[in-house]
């Protein structure tokens, strides 16, 4: 499986930037997904998880209310969008595919991962 992030970028504080995750070489459409950042001298954290379906998605108290993440039908394909971002929302975010058909917290659960894709925000 190959992942692809994208959709980083500036922005200042309140604004919003989506991301995206493609899946390539092999289907991930029966895997939970979910995204991670890790922020500059920190480690790396959970942002927000997925299942298969496009449902049961569960997110860091952090980004609760602000943060929604989807997939498209065909399932290969997660977004997040990002709303009210803040300062501290500055970091390095990755996506990652799971082994099993709901997501997990643990970044150490997850055997696929994307390159990651950068996002700064301004005050």
């Known amino acids: 499986v190959q992942l692809q992030a994208s959709g980083g970028g500036l922005v200042q504080a309140g604004g919003s930037l989506k991301l995206s995750c493609a899946a390539s070489r092999r289907t991930v459409s029966n895997n939970g997904m979910g995204w991670f950042r890790r922020a500059p001298g920190k480690e790396r954290e959970f942002v927000a998880g997925?299942?298969?379906?496009?449902?049961?998605?569960f997110y860091a108290d952090s980004v609760k209310g602000r943060f929604t993440i989807s997939r498209d039908k065909a399932g290969n394909t997660m977004y997040l969008q990002m709303n009210g971002l803040k300062p501290e929302d500055t970091a390095v975010y990755y996506c990652?595919?799971?082994?099993?058909?709901?997501?997990?917290?643990?970044?150490?659960?997850?055997?696929?991962w994307g390159q990651g894709t950068l996002v700064t925000v301004s005050s």
């Open positions: 990652a595919a799971y082994r099993r058909a709901f997501a997990s917290s643990q970044p150490t659960e997850y055997p696929y």
């Open positions: 997925i299942a298969w379906n496009g449902g049961n998605a």
